[in-house]
């Protein structure tokens, strides 16, 4: 089992940055990867980047490649998302995930999830 804790939403300005944190714990995800995921009310959950945690290989949803980065730190076994210049429509429930193997854009291939944290972006 993993277990994920997410930190870091809020409510902000169009334009500011926020960075979301995600801490795992329980099994390792050395051969797998974290994803990060949000949800906008009325909308299906999307795709917004994932890590593979072994090499740090990133894949990033084309509408937000060069606003947002995902990164990670072994050592602390935390999943980070920055995100820049925030707009409206980036508000969402944002969600971390991991799976234990490989690395996927698909929501429906992680088994785990953290609780979620609102992002809020006023215009």
């Known amino acids: 089992q993993v277990q994920l804790v997410e930190s870091g939403g809020g409510l902000v300005q169009a334009g500011d940055s926020l960075r979301l944190s995600c801490a795992a714990s329980g099994r390792t995800l050395i051969y797998g990867a974290m994803g990060w995921f949000r949800q906008a009310p009325g909308k299906e959950r999307e795709f917004v980047a994932a890590?593979?945690?072994?090499?740090?290989?990133?894949n990033y949803a084309d509408s937000l490649k060069g606003r947002f980065t995902i990164s990670r730190d072994n050592a602390e076994n935390t999943g980070y998302l920055q995100m820049n210049s925030l707009k409206p429509e980036d508000t969402a429930v944002y969600s971390c995930?991991?799976?234990?193997?490989?690395?996927?854009?698909?929501?429906?291939?992680?088994?785990?999830w953290g609780q979620g944290t609102q992002v809020t972006v006023s215009s």
């Open positions: 995930a991991a799976k234990l193997f490989g690395s996927s854009s698909r929501s429906d291939e992680y088994p785990y």
């Open positions: 890590i593979s945690w072994s090499d740090g290989a990133t």
